[in-house]
């Protein structure tokens, strides 16, 4: 990105976006973009900037209505209690694909958030149960990005998994 107060012939070329972003004044005559263009900077500081990177979302695979309690361990995660009345899901988004085994987070669902409860190798499972209406095998499932009037940002998507906004977004995109 070339800056308008260029005032020489050399290239002086800030660090990183932060840096053009919180002190505009000095004489940038070259700035690498790549943190805004990733959206890894908090919106306040570029709130009508659409990063590249906006949306990270699979599909609902199998649903499964929980007619009694019940007590699973899925995944890599300790023991999980599901209460009779119950929904869950699965979506096609797991530890391969960037996501850890460890922390679990959060996604949207109609729009709603809906917790996930266990992640495998190459799939998650969803706790749908407070999903209003119906849903259905094919529906979204929404990481990172807006369904509805619901979001979940890039910083947002890494702070509920237990990460950087940049740890998570070369682990989900790379």
Do not use: C
Request: charged share 15%.
């Amino acid at each position: 990105v070339r800056a308008p107060n260029l005032r020489h012939d050399r290239f002086t070329t800030a660090a990183a976006t932060h840096t053009f972003i919180w002190r505009p004044g000095m004489a940038y005559s070259a700035v690498d973009p790549g943190s805004l263009l990733y959206g890894l900077l908090p919106r306040d500081l570029a709130p009508a900037f659409k990063p590249v990177v906006s949306r990270v979302a699979s599909s609902l695979l199998p649903i499964n209505r929980v007619d009694r309690p019940q007590r699973l361990s899925i995944g890599y995660n300790s023991e999980i209690h599901l209460p009779a009345g119950g929904r869950t899901g699965v979506f096609g988004l797991g530890w391969h694909d960037g996501l850890p085994a460890t922390s679990i987070g959060e996604v949207l669902v109609n729009g709603a958030r809906a917790p996930v409860i266990g992640r495998t190798l190459l799939h998650s499972i969803v706790d749908l149960t407070n999903v209003p209406g119906d849903v259905a095998i094919g529906d979204e499932v929404v990481i990172v990005g807006q369904q509805g009037s619901s979001d979940i940002s890039m910083y947002e998507a890494a702070e509920l998994l237990g990460m950087s906004a940049t740890q998570f977004h070369f682990l989900i995109v790379g």
